[in-house]
């Protein structure tokens, strides 16, 4: 016997929860963002240098990369709203161990609530991609491009936030604690709009005869590893972008014979930035219109046209096309991936974790290791090696067309 997802018409359910996952995906931005703009401060308050904290950053990696393990497992058993429930009350303790680390002051407070934060910030992550591509399924059109769209927006704004903080010469410990207050509230009311509220997410239940799938088989399915690839291919060169384009820009061009000033990068930060959120906002409308894997193609060719031209290009004005291409070009991989994933709903979790740890991996692990080939090859010609995984991507794209949910034997008596 099936059971679904409550009947919920889109001109309602649907659209209510659609707008709860674009809050919860500006929510998340936007409290990764207010916390890195402190961190100055807070290398400040513990006397610590910058490889230090990237001692400290390397406990949030761990946190993260260790629920991306086992995020599956849990939206798989509960459901994403009860992950995102979860997940708020995870980091919430997380960043108010880190809030109250400064008062005291404990390094040991500090990395332990990086690490708690890292857990719960990635199993919320997983967890609102799903119910995005729930979401989405239902509406019927195109919207997880928006939605990570809205999670740039929310950067956006609370970098705002945290550099208006530091201008001001705030402390650190309670705004940091009344965010995290704030935040976890409105998550946990965000989660209760969810279609998947009070329901378990699978699309089919399990009986004797149909026992409940192993989350961790993805990792050996070769269209959900095709996916991660492409995802990981674009989220290297987004990673790259954010790591090592402002100093390729200051340190690998002349303007008008001369070394672009250092405010020269961060500008073209801003112009990938805008180009990449701009193609997020609107790329749905394309895919749509076209299909995910033409719209992929392209937006391949786009990246590698647009990394060529910026690695070969003579001086800083003729290159910045190719930052405008590079940032459109990368911009739907992440997004289009996680539709691609959740295709079958009853795979969809463990499918969208794997997916997920790969992307993250590559956005996390990647660019550092880009930092000892632009040690020995230059920052542009290190990042004109992103190419090679663009082509196999490109080859591999086909595999993000739209699978139809496999249909489960019923019961007709």
Same mark, same amino acid.
């Given at each position: ?40 401060? !807070? %290398? ?5 240098? #910058?490889?230090? /904290? @990237?001692?400290?950053?390397?406990? +949030?990696?761990?946190? *993260? ?18 992950? !995102? %429930? ?5 980091? #919430?303790?997380? /960043? @108010?161990?880190?809030?109250?680390? +400064?008062?005291?002051? *404990? ?18 992550? !997983? ?287």
């Amino acid at each position: 016997m099936t059971s679904t997802l409550p009947d919920i018409t889109p001109s309602h359910g649907a659209i209510r929860a659609k707008y709860a996952v674009f809050l919860t995906f500006f929510l998340c931005g936007f409290v990764f963002a207010s916390w890195a703009a402190r961190i100055p401060l !807070v %290398m400040s308050i513990f006397s610590i240098n #910058s490889a230090q /904290m @990237g001692l400290f950053f390397l406990c +949030a990696a761990a946190g *993260s990369l260790t629920a991306l393990i086992i995020a599956g497992w849990i939206t798989s058993r509960f459901s994403s709203a009860f992950t !995102v %429930m979860l997940s708020a009350l995870v980091f #919430s303790l997380g /960043m @108010g161990s880190v809030a109250v680390s +400064a008062l005291l002051p *404990s390094q040991w407070l500090l990395g332990g609530g990086l690490f708690i934060f890292g857990f719960g910030f990635s199993l919320c992550d !997983v967890a609102m991609n799903l119910e995005g591509t729930q979401v989405e399924q239902r509406l019927g059109y195109t919207i997880m491009p928006k939605l990570h769209a809205c999670f740039s927006f929310g950067t956006v704004t609370g970098a705002a936030c945290g550099a208006l903080l530091e201008f001001l010469q705030v402390g650190f410990t309670l705004p940091l604690l009344l965010l995290v207050i704030g935040a976890a509230v409105l998550l946990l009311w965000c989660s209760s709009r969810y279609l998947s509220a009070g329901t378990r997410y699978h699309a089919v239940e399990h009986t004797e005869n149909q026992p409940r799938s192993n989350p961790f088989a993805a990792w050996l399915e070769w269209r959900t590893l095709a996916i991660g690839f492409t995802v990981l291919a674009t989220s290297l060169l987004e990673g790259a972008a954010f790591d090592w384009l402002p100093l390729g820009v200051v340190t690998g061009f002349t303007l008008d014979g001369v070394e672009p000033a250092g405010w020269m990068g961060s500008m073209t930060l801003a112009l990938f930035v805008a180009a990449m959120t701009s193609m997020r906002w609107f790329g749905g409308l394309l895919i749509d219109k076209y299909g995910r894997v033409v719209v992929l193609r392209v937006c391949t060719v786009l990246s590698i046209t647009g990394l060529m031209i910026f690695g070969f290009s003579p001086n800083l004005s003729m290159a910045l096309p190719g930052i405008l291409l590079w940032g459109i070009g990368c911009a739907l991989g992440f997004p289009v991936g996680m539709s691609a994933a959740a295709d079958e709903p009853r795979h969809a979790a463990s499918r969208i974790a794997v997916v997920a740890a790969i992307g993250y991996c590559s956005l996390l692990t990647g660019p550092p290791l880009l930092g000892f080939l632009a040690n020995a090859f230059g920052v542009k010609n290190a990042l004109l090696l992103l190419v090679i995984p663009l082509c196999i991507s490109l080859l591999l794209v086909s595999k993000l067309g739209v699978v139809a949910p496999v249909k489960e034997a019923t019961d007709e008596g």
